[in-house]
Nanobody, 119 residues
Framework: QVQLVESGGGLVQAGDSLRLSCATSGRTFYGYRMGWFRRRAPGKDEEFVAAIRRTDSTTTYADSVKGRFTISGDITKGMLYLQMNGLKPEDTAVYYC???????????WGQGTQVTVSS
């Protein structure tokens, strides 16, 4: 079992930056990838934000955040970050750190951290 703990959320103004962090429960991580999802409102599905592959650090991003968000981290050590620049009100959401199994399925989710962007 992999436990994930996010931190770094908060209330900011449009155009500001935030950096989210995620740490695993101290175990060495051998899953295929880690990433970030977000849920913009209660009852809505989570949407993909960004991911990074453990083996070669290949990154992928949702079109809505490309050029503004950067995912990074030491995946084997279970550390993950999301640098968010140029935040927009539509980025307001609960952000979840996720980790996959060795096949790439996202099985492990953190408790989420709230990001609120005011206009």
């Amino acid at each position: 079992q992999v436990q994930l703990v996010e931190s770094g959320g908060g209330l900011v103004q449009a155009g500001d930056s935030l950096r989210l962090s995620c740490a695993t429960s101290g175990r060495t991580f051998y899953g295929y990838r880690m990433g970030w999802f977000r849920r913009r409102a209660p009852g809505k599905d989570e949407e993909f934000v960004a991911a990074i592959r453990r083996t070669d650090s290949t990154t992928t991003y949702a079109d809505s955040v490309k050029g503004r968000f950067t995912i990074s981290g030491d995946i084997t050590k279970g550390m993950l970050y999301l640098q968010m620049n140029g935040l927009k009100p539509e980025d307001t959401a609960v952000y979840y750190c996720v980790a996959s199994d060795h096949l790439g399925q996202y099985l492990y989710w953190g408790q989420g951290t709230q990001v609120t962007v005011s206009s």
